[in-house]
């Protein structure tokens, strides 16, 4: 069974950063296309950042570009999400998702997700 557990989350000031962390367990991290995916309240789960099992190709939503980067460390089994320069509309809960499709954006391509993280921007 395939489990991820987001970490990294939290409270900050717009303009500030936070890194997020997803760690993969049940099967080594490198069988799996990466993707964070992240949900305001009341709305639609949005497609964030997705990075191909090498980590050689990344893909971006196009309102994260410039101030996120998705990367990970198939040693560790663990995949990151840098985020700068936020502001008050990045506040949702963060997912971790894994999947067979190397940069998806669609939700249905990823197979397993993690709990979630939330992070918080304030003014």
């Known amino acids: 069974q395939v489990q991820l557990v987001e970490s990294g989350g939290g409270l900050v000031q717009t303009g500030g950063s936070l890194r997020l962390s997803c760690v993969v367990s049940?099967?080594?991290?490198?069988?799996?296309?990466m993707g964070w995916f992240r949900q305001a309240p009341g709305k639609e789960r949005d497609f964030v950042a997705a990075?191909?099992?090498?980590?050689?190709?990344?893909h971006y939503a196009d309102s994260v570009k410039g101030r996120f980067t998705i990367s990970r460390d198939n040693a560790k089994n663990t995949v990151y999400l840098q985020m700068n320069s936020l502001k008050l509309e990045d506040t949702a809960v963060y997912y971790c998702?894994?999947?067979?499709?190397?940069?998806?954006?669609?939700?249905?391509?990823?197979?397993?997700w993690g709990q979630g993280a939330q992070v918080t921007v304030s003014k």
């Open positions: 049940g099967r080594t991290a490198s069988s799996y296309a």
């Open positions: 990075i191909s099992r090498s980590g050689g190709s990344t």
């Open positions: 998702a894994a999947g067979t499709y190397d940069l998806a954006y669609e939700k249905a391509r990823y197979l397993y």
